[in-house]
């Protein structure tokens, strides 16, 4: 019943920038970390950044001080702020909410988002 839903995704040249946000529907109780993972062909998903309820925020080494994540655990919803993006930054990016508490749900668990495209291109 709980779904989230991803957009912002798109072409970029190298450089530019995108905001990607992800809200999720359904009976949320509380949300311990929201994040961002990515995917790029034939390899293993990783993490991006996340933020916990209490602000606490982490970042892969290959996008900090490019990357800004921020959310809202009240309105259940996360972006993704991506600066001077570059080739190795396309992937498709999903977004993740860890350690819901959720109506109809037997206890917590993750829910992650369908993914949005990045591509990076000149």
């Known amino acids: 019943q709980v779904q989230l839903v991803e957009s912002g995704g798109g072409l970029v040249q190298p450089g530019g920038s995108l905001r990607l946000s992800c809200v999720a529907s359904?009976?949320?109780?509380?949300?311990?970390?929201m994040g961002w993972y990515r995917q790029a062909p034939e390899k293993e998903r990783e993490l991006v950044a996340t933020i916990t309820r209490g602000g606490s925020t982490d970042y892969a080494d290959s996008v900090q001080g490019r990357f800004t994540i921020s959310g809202d655990n009240g309105k259940k919803t996360v972006y993704l702020q991506m600066n001077s993006l570059k080739t190795e930054d396309t992937a498709v990016y999903y977004c993740n909410f860890d350690r819901v508490r959720a109506r109809g749900a037997w206890t917590e668990r993750a829910y992650w988002g369908q993914g949005t495209q990045v591509t990076v291109s000149s």
């Open positions: 359904g009976s949320i109780f509380s949300i311990a970390t």
